[in-house]
């Protein structure tokens, strides 16, 4: 019998899992019975894990068309059956993201492989990235937010991303050819510790042809420079996420770009991530790029 982490959950943390407001889930079990939920000694509804596997499945019925009063005439057991049913290529990317957010909830690590595995069949790691995992993602940070989920949680799904990840870069490092003049080199600020968006961008880098030096973490500027003094031309790419503070990426990249473009003739330096379009405009220039995206970045390469 699996071992759960977490086994009682509020109607707010199935609102916020699922994307179903609270009051319409009331109306729900009011109307159709769907879901039954348990009551603490003060009258309190709590919800385990199979309502909240149940709710992800109905909300899927539900979004592609099946109305609430036929989704209720159907057993409980036969939900999941009928949910593979309606899955297509429209449908594939919803029902993926509510396994890995299951896998995510119960840490089960077989549950994410088996998810993986069955995205990988018919996907390219591309795709399962940009259609699955940054949309997953992009929910894991509101759940966290809103205390639905711990920190835990999110490193544990973090992981086994990167995993995959690190498995899919070491598979096309084997057999792609660098075949551009360009050299990357990879980092993300002082006590910056966000590297996943950064490992994506280093596999895409690599997928295109390039030769990349992957820093990773809490780079100093001090060291960067040192660089700048091995290899000719690099191209300094980093992604900054919640380090520098908004109010202070103008004086970083300031700083940047004094120690690694001035005494560079044709080094580049580009940066992406939270904060990037409120910069000025002429902190833009032929040798400092800005992205608002991963895919800026790629299409840029």
Not at 84 to 99: G, L, P, R, V
Not at 196 to 225: C, F, H, P, Q
Not at 249 to 254: D, K, L, S, V
Request: charged share 20%; no cysteine.
């Amino acid at each position: 019998m699996m071992n759960t982490f977490r086994n009682a959950y509020s109607i707010k943390d199935l609102e916020n899992i699922s994307g179903i407001k609270a009051h319409t889930i009331r109306i729900w079990e009011k109307r159709y019975n769907i879901l039954e939920p348990m009551r603490t000694d003060t009258n309190i509804r709590y919800y385990d894990f199979g309502s909240i596997q149940k709710l992800l499945n109905i909300t899927l019925l539900h979004n592609h068309g099946y109305k609430i009063s036929k989704i209720s005439q159907y057993p409980s057991e036969n939900i999941p059956s009928l949910v593979k049913e309606i899955i297509t290529d429209k449908t594939y990317k919803s029902h993926a993201i509510n396994a890995f957010k299951v896998a995510m909830l119960n840490f089960d690590r077989e549950a994410f492989y088996k998810a993986y595995d069955q995205l990988l069949a018919n996907k390219s790691f591309t795709g399962i990235f940009s259609d699955v995992f940054v949309p997953l993602l992009n929910e894991i940070g509101l759940l966290w937010q809103t205390n639905t989920i711990t920190a835990a949680h999110e490193h544990f799904i973090t992981n086994l991303i990167k995993q995959k990840l690190e498995v899919e870069l070491e598979i096309i490092s084997k057999s792609q050819q660098v075949i551009q003049d360009k050299i990357f080199i990879l980092f993300l600020p002082v006590q910056e510790s966000h590297d996943l968006g950064l490992k994506y961008l280093n596999y895409e880098i690599v997928k295109n042809g390039y030769k990349t030096i992957y820093l990773g973490e809490s780079v100093e500027i001090d060291d960067l420079k040192k660089m700048t003094e091995q290899f000719e031309s690099p191209v300094f790419l980093t992604y900054l996420t919640t380090t520098p503070m908004l109010d202070e990426i103008n004086a970083y990249i300031e700083k940047l770009q004094q120690n690694l473009l001035v005494n560079s003739a044709d080094s580049e330096l580009w940066v992406m991530g939270i904060g990037v379009e409120n910069l000025p405009m002429e902190t833009a220039t032929n040798r400092t790029k800005l992205f608002l995206s991963m895919d800026h970045i790629i299409k840029s390469l």
